[in-house]
């Protein structure tokens, strides 16, 4: 006899697509996650890992997900942790420069408004 799904039941109900469902790297071990250890970075590690994503077709939704969620460890859309922190830390410093830019914009504007009517 057929199983009736149960109306709450996550296994038998659909799912929406998601980008992981297309990973290059599905049903990797951990492995494919390499951590720095003994005094081994990362990075190092991270060959087979980076090689996988270079032909994943969700590389950009995976890179995505571990910038914004901040994934500390492993590879994720072709990029180890030390690459990710420094796109980070990058990221940051320019949004920075932007807004001291904004800042000193109105400041300049605040200063010509305020010599132009007196
Ligand atoms: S980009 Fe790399 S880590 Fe991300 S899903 Fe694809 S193969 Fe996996």
Partial sequence: M???????????????????????????TADFFPVGKRGVPASVLAGD???TCQRCPVRAACLTHALTFR???GVWGGLDEDERADLLLRAR???????????????EKEKADASASA
């Fill in 2 to 28: 057929p199983r009736i799904p149960h109306p709450n039941d996550r296994r038998t109900l659909p799912r929406a697509r998601h980008w992981s469902d297309h990973a290059a790297c599905a049903g990797a």
């Fill in 49 to 51: 890992a980076k090689a």
């Fill in 71 to 73: 994934e500390d460890y």
């Fill in 93 to 107: 410093r320019a949004a920075e420069r932007q807004r001291r830019k904004e800042r000193e914009q109105q400041k």
